[in-house]
């Protein structure tokens, strides 16, 4: 494996809201990373390398509950809130949770997020600005 989450963490201060964003991914597929998913119940990231090696962060904050009723037209217009730097990222978490989001993967190849529900159904995906 050719990162760390040392390395990741230090570039993921960085970021100061979703306007951030494209440069922290920009950063990390520079150390190696090839897609990553997040878990946001208890903030787990799992980063992955091209050869499919990971590390995982393990949980960073008490366990949110997540919605059994997945709510997508309210869930986007809190992302898009979120992306133009309106919330902090544990807002956003508790956006994903409260709409029925368990969490995302990251696509640094394609350059996509996808969203999915508790049942590991995806239920958005977008174009990472780069």
Not at 27 to 46: F, M, P
Not at 104 to 120: I, S
């Amino acid at each position: 494996m050719k990162f760390t989450i040392e390395e990741i963490k230090a570039e993921h201060q960085k970021v100061k809201s979703g306007a951030d964003f494209p440069k922290y991914i920009q950063a990390i597929k520079n150390l190696g990373v090839s897609h990553y998913t997040v878990y946001v119940a208890d903030g787990n990231t799992e980063y992955f390398d091209p050869e499919n090696d990971s590390a995982s962060t393990g949980s960073k904050y008490e366990t949110l509950p997540i919605s059994e009723n997945l709510n997508l037209d309210q869930f986007k217009t809190r992302l898009k809130l979120h992306q133009q730097g309106g919330t902090d990222y544990m807002t956003f978490c508790k956006d994903c949770v409260e709409n029925g989001v368990e969490g995302w993967r990251m696509d640094l190849n394609e350059m996509t997020c996808t969203y999915f529900d508790k049942n590991g159904n995806d239920v958005l995906e977008e174009k990472v600005p780069s």
